[in-house]
C-alpha cells in the first residue's frame, strides 16, 4: 500500500540553528499538506499545495518558517532560525485532489527537538 | 480560538463494551467532519467521516452521530477492542470555495484505552 514518506523521523538541533524536513507524497497526489502538532493538540494546518503552488499559508510563521515543492511532487518544509517553541511533531498528508472529500494520508511525522 | 473541542483528554473502556467519543465545535460553517486514528509513532489515519446532510454514519463497528443544532458529534465504537486503544481526533472542514477545500481543523484529541 502506498505511503506517505518523511525523513528524518527525528530531528534534535539547538536554538538559532536551521533545520530542515521532506515529505515525498503517495504518487499521483496533487495535494500536499504540512501541519504541526504541539504536544497534547491536534495537528495544525502550516502550508497546503496544489501541486507546485501554494494556496494556503496564512498560518506559516513567515519570518522562519519555509515550504517548496517545486516540481509539484515532494516538498521541504525550512525553519530557520529554530527556537524553542518549534519542538513539536511535524506532520505531511497527501491528497488525490483539492476536493474535501477526500481523504489526507498523513506520513509518520518528523519529532522536531529543540534545545 | 478553539474552533473543534474534545474535552474528554482520555477514555477507558471494557473490551466487547461501548467507546464514546465526543467533540464540539463553534464555527458554524463547518458542513463537514472527519474522525482520524493515531497510534503511537505513526500519523494518523482516517476512520470515518459525516457531511452537515447528514445526522448519521455507520461503517462496521464504527458510527459517527452529527447534532448540527447542538454543534456536537460522537464517535461511538461497538464492540470495543483492545486494538482499538490508539488516540482519536475530530476534524472539520468549511466549504469556504475555491482553494480552501481541504483544509481541516482538528481537535486536541481523546486517548482511548480499552482493556482486556
Known amino acids: 500500500e502506498a505511503e506517505v514518506a518523511q525523513s528524518p523521523r527525528y530531528k534534535i538541533t539547538e536554538k538559532s540553528q536551521a533545520v530542515a524536513f521532506w515529505c515525498d507524497p503517495i504518487s499521483g497526489h496533487a495535494t500536499l499538506y504540512w501541519y504541526r502538532q504541539i504536544l497534547g493538540q491536534g495537528p495544525e494546518l502550516l502550508v497546503q499545495?496544489?501541486?507546485?503552488?501554494?494556496?494556503?499559508d496564512s498560518q506559516l510563521p513567515k519570518d522562519r518558517f519555509s515550504a517548496e515543492r517545486l516540481k509539484g511532487v515532494d516538498s521541504t518544509l525550512k525553519i530557520q532560525p529554530a527556537e524553542l517553541g518549534d519542538s513539536a511533531m511535524y506532520l505531511c498528508?497527501?491528497?488525490?485532489?483539492?476536493?474535501?472529500?477526500?481523504?489526507?494520508?498523513f506520513g509518520p511525522g518528523t519529532r522536531l527537538t529543540v534545545l | 480560538d478553539q474552533q473543534v473541542k474534545q474535552n474528554s483528554p482520555s477514555l477507558s473502556v471494557q473490551e466487547g463494551r461501548i467507546s464514546i467519543l465526543n467533540c464540539d465545535y463553534t464555527n458554524s460553517m463547518f458542513d463537514y467532519f472527519l474522525w482520524y486514528k493515531k497510534y503511537p509513532a505513526e500519523g494518523p489515519t482516517f476512520l470515518i467521516s459525516i457531511s452537515s446532510i447528514k445526522d448519521k454514519n455507520e461503517d462496521g463497528r464504527f458510527t459517527v452521530f452529527l447534532n448540527k443544532s447542538a454543534k456536537h458529534l460522537s464517535l461511538h465504537i461497538v464492540p470495543s477492542q483492545p486494538g482499538d486503544s490508539a488516540v482519536y481526533f475530530c476534524?472539520?472542514?468549511?466549504?469556504?470555495?475555491?482553494?480552501?477545500?481541504?483544509?481541516?481543523?482538528f481537535g486536541q484529541g481523546t486517548i482511548l484505552t480499552v482493556h482486556p
Open positions: 476534524a472539520a472542514s468549511a466549504d469556504a470555495g475555491g482553494t480552501s477545500y481541504g483544509k481541516l481543523t
Open positions: 498528508a497527501s491528497s488525490p485532489i483539492l476536493e474535501r472529500s477526500d481523504t489526507q494520508y
Open positions: 499545495f496544489q501541486d507546485e503552488s501554494v494556496v494556503d
